[in-house]
């Protein structure tokens, strides 16, 4: 089992940023990690992905914008969100599954989730 817990949501004015934080309660060093989010009436959506060796696949409606990153030595994963929309309203997730395949592939079903944060962008 792995226990996820995010931080830093918030409301913020279009054009701000904030930046997520996702703490794991063992080693991110053999889990596929990634942040998703989920708006009110809209399915679930990838955002951002990351491999042990640092490797991103930031999904297209965030590219440029997102960037998704991780301390390994603190088992922390991050999301610095900039140039934020108001589209970008949602709940944000952290998840990990077992690391199997590429951890780039946004195919892939995740097995462990976060509670979530709540990022609100005002216009």
């Known amino acids: 089992q792995v226990q996820l817990v995010e931080s830093g949501g918030g409301s913020v004015q279009a054009g701000g940023s904030l930046r997520l934080s996702c703490v794991a309660s063992?080693?991110?060093?053999?889990?596929?990690m990634g942040w998703f989010r989920q708006a009110p009436g809209r399915e679930r959506e990838a955002v951002a992905l990351i491999d042990s060796g640092g490797r991103t696949r930031p999904a297209d409606v965030v590219k440029g914008r997102f960037t998704i990153s991780q301390d390994n030595a603190k088992n922390t994963l991050y999301l610095q969100m900039d140039s934020l929309k108001p589209e970008d309203t949602a709940m944000y997730y952290c998840a990990a599954r077992t690391w199997v395949g590429s951890c780039l592939d946004f195919s892939r079903r995740y097995d462990y989730w976060g509670q979530g944060t709540q990022v609100t962008v005002s216009s």
């Open positions: 063992t080693t991110y060093s053999t889990y596929c």
